[in-house]
């Protein structure tokens, strides 16, 4: 049996706009649970910090660009916050194959290092 993600769908989303991009999420993800996606800067790219993802995804969010959907599990999502998001998210669409890191490495981002360690 052949899986329905067959993509590989990464989003990076500018800090300041990280409520409008969990918006985003919760209309094109597949539950409400969506809507906490992006947490805290995990990138950072010409001195903006990022909150990115990487997932696989179906065909149909290549649709996406042109609308949003409406499904069920969404009902009271913001969508004007939704298509502010989809103006300032970096995304990237592509087969299925490559490293989440590599790809966010060829977008341009970096990862934050963080020390976990604490300093005496």
């Known amino acids: 049996m ?10 990076c989303a500018p800090m300041a706009m990280i409520d409008d991009a969990n918006q985003l999420a919760l209309i094109v993800g597949e539950s409400a649970a969506d ?9 950072t790219k010409d001195g903006v910090e990022y909150a990115c993802i990487s997932t ?3 065909p149909v969010v290549a649709g996406y660009t042109g609308g949003l959907p409406h499904p069920e ?4 999502a913001d969508y004007e916050a939704a298509m502010r998001a989809m103006q300032a998210v970096t995304w990237d669409l592509r087969e299925r194959g490559q490293r989440p890191s590599e790809i ?3 977008l341009g981002f970096e990862v934050i290092v963080v020390d976990d360690e604490a300093e005496e």
Do not use: D, I
């Open 2 to 11: 052949r899986t329905e993600y067959t993509l590989q769908l990464t989003v």
């Open 35 to 43: 809507v906490n996606t992006f947490q805290h800067a995990t990138h």
């Open 56 to 58: 696989v995804a179906k």
């Open 73 to 76: 599990h969404a009902q009271g």
């Open 104 to 106: 966010l490495a060829e």
